[in-house]
């Protein structure tokens, strides 16, 4: 376990945004962080982060900062159909994707380039192309902040839902994951039917394979999402809205184009991009914080922007869908502060 104070926050967040928080820890093991909670380490506030892909920080965090270093992947069941795979918290997710992908295992290839770590993959229910990770979990392990005692939650448990979790809701703040448990199949079972995919295969004259799906997957992201290393940005800022079938049909008869995923109990899925878009938003900018001019549900930092600046932002581009549409989109990102 390692400690550090007045630790900067650059690194720890792909927004790029140059905060501070008062004390950082990272361990290295669950029983590290057992031993750190059980003893009452744990001071107020604290904030349990990632790879830093999902959050906007608006200012130094005056508290306590805690990050998973847990890496590995451990098999813990196996048949001739599928494997289950037990992985460390602070493993690179597209790592672990990548790992699966080279030993032949299916299902999380379409997650592929996902930033952030395994851990919170669990928490935010990552989701891209027609797959989630809930489809994969068979189990997540946490430590309990107020206790240190160790729980271990089905998938059911987790009561997840699009970009939801109970982590994320009744007990957002009170466990920490350590490790999470995937089942993949050794049977080839492919989604390619979700946007451009299928298309982008037969384009590139590619026979559905893992290697090939992950590598257009991975080239779709690159040609359509910026780069946080080059552009601060954290992917996806708003969740794609869910409407009833009957509001969407009525907006469907006025703009004939808007596309839409169904999901039954008269229930549609509108993509905030194209809303965004629609709206004249995509390469605008409001002082240091744009749209993105390639993928409108990408918010950026230009290069010094605050927190605060994209934010705002943020803000002014959910009204103007509100006001145009009728639809409310929300934050996909967490912001602290």
């Known amino acids: ?154 998938n059911g448990e987790c009561r997840y839902a699009y970009r939801d979790s109970i982590f994320k809701k009744e007990l957002k703040g009170q466990y920490f994951v350590t490790h999470v448990t995937y089942r993949l199949s050794k049977l080839p079972v492919y989604h390619l039917d979700y946007g451009n995919v299928r298309a982008e295969l037969e384009k590139e004259g590619l026979e559905p394979t893992l290697a090939h799906v992950r590598r257009v997957i991975i080239s779709i992201r690159r040609d359509k999402l910026p780069d946080p290393e080059v552009t601060g940005n954290a992917g996806s800022f708003f969740m794609n809205p869910i409407v009833p079938e009957s509001q969407f049909d009525a907006l469907r008869a006025e703009y004939p184009d808007m596309p839409c995923y169904p999901l039954g109990e008269n229930r549609v899925k509108v993509p905030a991009g194209w809303l965004i878009d629609r709206c004249g938003w995509k390469g605008k900018s409001l002082g240091r914080a744009a749209v993105h001019d390639r993928q409108a549900l990408v918010l950026v930092n230009r290069g010094g922007a605050t927190g605060h600046d994209v934010l705002r932002l943020a803000d002014e581009v959910a009204r103007s869908v509100k006001e145009k549409f009728g639809i409310a989109i929300c934050p996909e990102v967490n912001v602290i502060g």
């Not at 927004?15 to 820890?25: E, G």
């Not at 999380?108 to 192309?129: F, H, K, R, T």
């Open 1 to 154: 376990m390692t400690e550090y104070t007045d630790y900067s926050l650059f690194s720890h967040n792909t927004f790029k945004m140059d905060v501070k928080t008062a004390r950082f820890i990272e361990y290295n093991t669950e029983d590290e962080l057992c031993g750190f909670l059980s003893e009452g380490g744990l001071q107020h506030p604290y904030l349990h982060i990632g790879g830093g892909s999902n959050l906007l920080f608006l200012s130094d965090y005056p508290g306590l900062i805690l990050h998973s270093a847990i890496k590995g992947v451990e098999t813990v069941g196996e048949t001739d159909a599928w494997i289950e795979l037990r992985v460390g918290s602070g493993m690179i997710w597209d790592d672990f994707v990548a790992y699966a992908v080279e030993h032949g295992w299916y299902g999380a290839e379409n997650l592929s380039l996902i930033p952030g770590e395994v851990g919170a993959s669990a928490v935010q229910n990552i989701g891209a192309y027609g797959v989630e990770a809930k489809d994969l979990i068979v189990s997540v392990d946490a430590v309990e902040a107020a206790t240190g005692r160790k729980r271990r939650f089905s």
